[in-house]
């Protein structure tokens, strides 16, 4: 955030919408949106439609790639 805040520069008052995340509940979180004079925004708990573009992204990524596509593992290969 403070990379994006510092490259960006967003202007005063900039609305920033989350979800209920502990990492965005946070009061160092919460400071850090202040300082730089940006307003928190939270959706409802459980509420996926506060931001359904991001979550279609989302279930669209995982349909189509995560599932159909053999992904790597860290267990250690089994030798014959």
């Known amino acids: 955030m403070i990379m994006a805040c510092n490259l960006r520069q967003p202007p005063f008052g900039l609305v920033f919408h989350t ?4 990492q965005y509940t946070s009061k160092r979180y ?3 949106l202040s300082d730089y004079g940006i307003r928190a925004s939270m ?3 459980g509420a996926c439609w506060d931001n359904g573009v991001v979550e279609r992204f989302y279930g669209s990524l995982k349909h ?3 599932f159909k596509i053999a992904q790597p593992s ?4 089994k030798i014959s």
């Open 19 to 22: 979800d209920r995340g502990s």
């Open 30 to 32: 919460r400071k850090l």
């Open 43 to 45: 959706g409802d708990v």
């Open 64 to 66: 189509d790639w995560i």
């Open 74 to 77: 860290r267990e250690p290969k």
